[in-house]
């Protein structure tokens, strides 16, 4: 039999497994290339990333989960909210090889705009579903348009370099 707890962990857990692998490629990078490219000021400086990712993973991880358990499990009813959980989560695993593995500024910007969209919706959808899982989606936007405004700045601003 299956603990009680095993599906909160599993969703959980989920979301960071992409982080986990697109770690291996910022921290490839980080200390090059990235290093190289004009930043704005107020850019959050490379060390507070892990930890904010880790805590917004979590949070959406438990949101989702909310979102699984009011809903019955997968079933029909879930398609939607959870598949958009599942595209949005897919978009932000993919930012990462776009901006760090690939190098492609303005494109990982364009990414990052779908992304955002995605999440706002995913939010919207789950707030009569469970208002706590939506709220839980909260940060997670915050973060995305102050990363939105930082990637846009590095586009902008480092437009001469290789690799646009």
């Known amino acids: 039999m299956t603990p009680t707890w095993a599906p909160a962990a599993g969703f959980i857990l989920l979301p960071h497994v992409g982080g986990v692998l697109g770690g291996l490629i910022t921290k490839r990078e980080v200390d090059k290339w990235y290093k190289t490219l004009q930043k704005p000021s107020w850019c959050p400086p490379n060390w507070m990333f892990g930890p904010v990712w880790g805590t917004l993973y979590t949070s959406m991880g438990y949101g989702s989960y909310l979102v699984w ?96």
């Open 69 to 164: 358990k009011e809903l019955g499990g997968f079933n029909e009813k879930a398609v939607v909210p959870l598949g958009l959980y599942a595209g949005q989560l897919a978009l932000n695993w993919a930012w990462t090889p776009v901006f760090f593995g690939a190098h492609k500024i303005g494109w990982a910007f364009a990414e990052l705009l779908l992304l955002s969209g995605t999440v706002a919706a995913t939010t919207v959808y789950w707030h009569p579903i469970n208002k706590t899982a939506a709220y839980l989606m909260f940060p997670y936007l915050a973060w995305l348009t102050l990363a939105s405004a930082v990637n846009y700045c590095v586009w902008r601003d480092n437009t001469n370099k290789k690799n646009k």
